[in-house]
């Protein structure tokens, strides 16, 4: 069962070819100008041309099926008579392909080139859109003909399924069974952290009551690729209940990353379609630990309904009361990123583009969150009932790209004046923002467009306190050398300020120190004071932020280091060690178990009891007794990621290295082989010292070796006529050994 959705509709086909049409117009009038002066026969004008070029062609389209399931092919067969208009100069290519809603949807489709063609072609077919066969020049994009096939998708049994389902890879029996689970309720799927799972095509998928989607981060600590290479209104949908009463099952999605289909360019992005990772429209939802980007819409939106003004009755998603996540959506530790849409190259076109989005009676509690490069980070809807509480979140230099030519804000409050661009009037419930870091300055920290009803009814409407903004200026910009805008801006009232701190003329105060290991992959982290909190960046997560603690300390206050001997960084401060939790370290850990004195076998189990790998095992002598072990690395009760290995040195035992100096061959030998050692390589030296005796040995004499070791010795010897010689300078054979 896919969740339908109301999305925005897109403006008509011609709104799109009239972008392309004006671009042209300049093009065209420029190359008229140009060729006629060369070519007398040329027509009057491209569009002349290109109109009786598509007058004069015909095409046919079909396929050989009316319906497939998703991810099955089907075979598309075409043919098209070019006419003679659109062979001059190559003025017409021809494709087939499907008809989306916008240019930029990442259509399927083949290219066929020009001319007279015909073919076939085997095809997989993702999305319920009609197939055109498309002819297109500088001109436009025009249809020829058209087919059309139904993609069903996936639906959970009728009877139920398996209360747990582990997705292993990206085949399409996987693939399907995934969506299955999904819409199953109460199913624990799990997604294993080196699969990259390909979703596109679908648009919608329910994520039914008590159903939680959690990567295995124990392989990959990023977790699992989820993504869509289309552009769906909603990937995933937690719908409103059936039975809107408490108490209200819970959904969770966990430790994934969520890819979607738009670009990083946000100017590839534009125009009236939006499209989100995750919509939510119920209450005690978890979202955590994910990485949600590429969403040009909003990479988590929450919202009760889809309607303008007041939502259906009961009322279930509201103002969570301190500490309490069932009534609300509960989305941190996240990394949202690159979610952009801007309004235009220059303006006036629909913009989107937020880390998490709030609108029609949504609320949610957002916290410990990393952003970049969003247009908004943080977006709320005027509608009644919206708000937002927003702590301890890091929003990162980048983004507020609102068209080539200006920036928009990072935490935002719309108004319900549509007539002045939604910059006054109503402006939801109530907004709590606290201890938060902006460290984006190309627009606003926060901007409050209208006012809020709390604040009508004579409460506070916005809250912003305790935050540290890089702006120089707090509610005035561009002033007294400061060439930022302003941190705050309210349109109207409702704003209470208290506890901010401002960077100095535009700079972030920052504390950053790479000093010690904080995720237990025995590589320095580079920790970051903010003035308000403290984060690390990851090396398991490619330098991706974490969340460490609240506190307005930095600098000399601090001292980093590990003091709870678990092998992860601490950050003491004034005299008071804050120990790193282990939840830094992923959902999966091991904690090394202490193995001295074991048994090799019994250390090799104890590791693996513990959740780690056996690493490198190496052997060497010792005054241990052989085959037990008397080193390891990690420490012992140190931290670490599941999966990770863990090395051994085991005894091989002792054996003391005779001192056979000066013995003839003979008796080294046997001195060497009763000390449990094995004689080596014999060479020689012509120094007339003692002829026929060791004079150098390795390993030296006292050394300790393991049992079996070889001891190499060099003999004297003494030839006289310059050509070398045996041992005694008289060609005696070395002694033999005594028995």
């Known amino acids: 069962m896919f969740h339908l959705r109301r999305v925005r509709p897109g403006p008509p086909r011609g709104v799109h070819r009239r972008r392309t049409s004006r671009w042209w117009a300049a093009v065209g009038l420029a190359a008229t100008m140009l060729t006629t002066s060369v070519v007398a026969a040329q027509p009057a004008s491209a569009d002349d041309q290109w109109q009786r070029c598509l007058n004069e062609s015909s095409a046919s389209l079909s396929f050989d099926k009316t319906t497939v399931s998703w991810l099955d092919s089907a075979t598309i067969h075409?043919?098209?008579?070019?006419?003679?208009?659109?062979?001059?100069?190559?003025?017409?290519?021809?494709?087939?392909?499907?008809?989306?809603?916008?240019?930029?949807?990442?259509?399927?489709?083949?290219?066929?080139?020009?001319?007279?063609?015909?073919?076939?072609?085997?095809?997989?077919?993702?999305?319920?859109?009609?197939?055109?066969?498309?002819?297109?020049?500088?001109?436009?994009?025009?249809?020829?003909?058209?087919?059309?096939?139904?993609?069903?998708?996936?639906?959970?049994?009728?009877?139920?399924?398996?209360?747990?389902?582990?997705?292993t890879d990206n085949s399409i029996e996987q693939r399907r069974q995934f969506v299955r689970a999904v819409e199953t309720p109460g199913t624990k799927v799990t997604v294993a952290g080196d699969v990259s799972l390909d979703l596109s095509g679908l648009d919608g998928i329910t994520v039914a009551p008590n159903t939680w989607i959690t990567g295995d981060r124990s392989v990959n600590p990023a977790g699992p690729l989820l993504f869509t290479t289309t552009e769906p209104g909603s990937l995933f949908v937690v719908p409103r209940p059936a039975n809107?009463?408490?108490?209200?099952?819970?959904?969770?999605?966990?430790?994934?990353?969520?890819?979607?289909?738009?670009?990083?360019?946000?100017?590839?992005?534009?125009?009236?379609?939006?499209?989100?990772?995750?919509?939510?429209?119920?209450?005690?939802?978890?979202?955590?630990?994910?990485?949600?980007?590429?969403?040009?819409?909003?990479?988590?939106?929450?919202?009760?309904?889809?309607?303008?003004?007041?939502?259906?009755?009961?009322?279930?998603?509201?103002?969570?009361?301190?500490?309490?996540?069932?009534?609300?959506?509960?989305?941190?530790?996240?990394?949202?990123?690159?979610?952009?849409?801007?309004?235009?190259?220059?303006?006036?076109?629909?913009?989107?583009?937020?880390?998490?989005?709030?609108?029609?009676?949504?609320?949610?509690?957002?916290?410990?969150?990393?952003?970049?490069?969003?247009?908004?980070?943080?977006?709320?809807?005027?509608?009644?009932?919206?708000?937002?509480?927003?702590?301890?979140?890091?929003?990162?230099?980048?983004?507020?790209?609102?068209?080539?030519?200006?920036?928009?804000?990072?935490?935002?409050?719309?108004?319900?004046?549509?007539?002045?661009?939604?910059?006054?009037?109503?402006?939801?419930?109530?907004?709590?923002?606290?201890?938060?870091?902006?460290?984006?300055?190309?627009?606003?920290?926060?901007?409050?467009?209208?006012?809020?009803?709390?604040?009508?009814?004579?409460?506070?409407?916005?809250q912003v306190r305790h935050n540290v903004f890089a702006h120089c200026g707090l509610f005035v910009g561009f002033t007294g050398g400061c060439q930022y805008p302003p941190a705050l801006v309210q349109n109207e009232t409702g704003m209470h300020e208290s506890d901010t701190t401002l960077g100095v003329l535009g700079t972030t105060i920052d504390d950053a120190r790479t000093s010690c290991d904080f995720d237990g992959d025995e590589v320095n982290d580079t920790f970051h004071a903010t003035g308000v909190t403290w984060w690390f960046q990851s090396s398991r997560l490619a330098g991706r932020f974490v969340y460490l603690y609240q506190s307005a300390l930095t600098g000399n206050h601090l001292v980093l280091g590990d003091r709870n001997a678990d092998g992860l960084c601490d950050v003491t401060a004034d005299g008071t060690t804050v120990p790193t939790d282990t939840s830094v370290v992923g959902t999966s850990i091991g904690v090394v178990p202490y193995v001295l004195g074991s048994t090799e076998a019994a250390a090799r189990a104890a590791v693996v009891a513990a959740g780690l790998t056996v690493g490198t095992v190496t052997y060497q002598p010792s005054t241990t007794a052989a085959g037990l072990v008397i080193d390891q690395s990690p420490h012992w009760w140190y931290v670490r990621p599941a999966g990770r290995p863990v090395n051994l040195v085991v005894s091989l035992g002792r054996a003391t290295v005779p001192n056979v100096l000066g013995m003839d061959q003979g008796s080294a030998q046997w001195y060497?082989?009763?000390?449990?050692?094995?004689?080596?390589?014999?060479?020689?030296?012509?120094?007339?010292?003692?002829?026929?005796?060791?004079?150098?040995?390795?390993?030296?004499?006292?050394?300790?070796?393991?049992?079996?070791?070889?001891?190499?010795?060099?003999?004297?010897?003494?030839?006289?006529?310059?050509?070398?010689?045996?041992?005694?300078?008289?060609?005696?054979?070395?002694?033999?050994?005594?028995?």
Request: aromatic content about 8%.
């Open 78 to 167: 075409w043919t098209v008579n070019a006419g003679p208009d659109c062979w001059w100069n190559a003025l017409a290519t021809f494709s087939v392909g499907e008809d989306t809603p916008q240019n930029n949807d990442n259509a399927q489709g083949v290219m066929l080139g020009v001319g007279t063609l015909s073919g076939s072609k085997s095809v997989t077919p993702l999305r319920n859109l009609p197939w055109r066969v498309w002819a297109t020049s500088a001109v436009g994009k025009f249809p020829l003909a058209t087919a059309n096939i139904t993609v069903t998708y996936p639906e959970p049994p009728p009877e139920g399924g398996p209360a747990a389902v582990r997705i």
């Open 672 to 739: 060497i082989g009763a000390a449990g050692l094995s004689a080596g390589t014999v060479s020689y030296t012509n120094n007339c010292v003692s002829p026929g005796s060791v004079q150098v040995q390795h390993p030296t004499g006292g050394a300790l070796v393991a049992p079996g070791s070889t001891v190499d010795i060099t003999l004297s010897t003494c030839d006289t006529t310059g050509g070398g010689g045996t041992p005694g300078g008289g060609g005696d054979k070395p002694p033999v050994r005594e028995k």
């Open 244 to 462: 809107p009463a408490p108490p209200f099952s819970q959904e969770v999605i966990s430790g994934i990353r969520l890819r979607g289909g738009s670009s990083t360019d946000p100017f590839d992005n534009m125009g009236e379609q939006d499209s989100m990772g995750i919509t939510v429209m119920k209450p005690n939802v978890e979202i955590d630990h994910n990485e949600i980007y590429l969403w040009r819409g909003a990479g988590v939106e929450v919202k009760e309904c889809d309607v303008d003004g007041a939502c259906p009755s009961p009322d279930i998603l509201r103002r969570p009361a301190p500490g309490e996540h069932a009534t609300t959506v509960w989305i941190h530790d996240n990394y949202i990123h690159h979610d952009q849409h801007p309004a235009g190259d220059i303006c006036c076109g629909h913009a989107a583009g937020y880390g998490v989005e709030t609108s029609h009676g949504g609320w949610a509690l957002i916290e410990r969150n990393a952003f970049d490069y969003n247009r908004h980070s943080i977006a709320s809807g005027w509608q009644p009932g919206t708000g937002y509480l927003l702590y301890r979140n890091l929003i990162l230099p980048n983004g507020g790209v609102h068209s080539r030519v200006a920036s928009t804000h990072a935490i935002d409050v719309h108004g319900s004046n549509k007539d002045d661009a939604y910059e006054s009037g109503d402006a939801g419930e109530y907004f709590d923002v606290e201890y938060n870091t902006v460290w984006n300055v190309h627009g606003p920290a926060v901007k409050l467009r209208g006012t809020p009803s709390d604040e009508k009814a004579g409460k506070e409407g916005m």
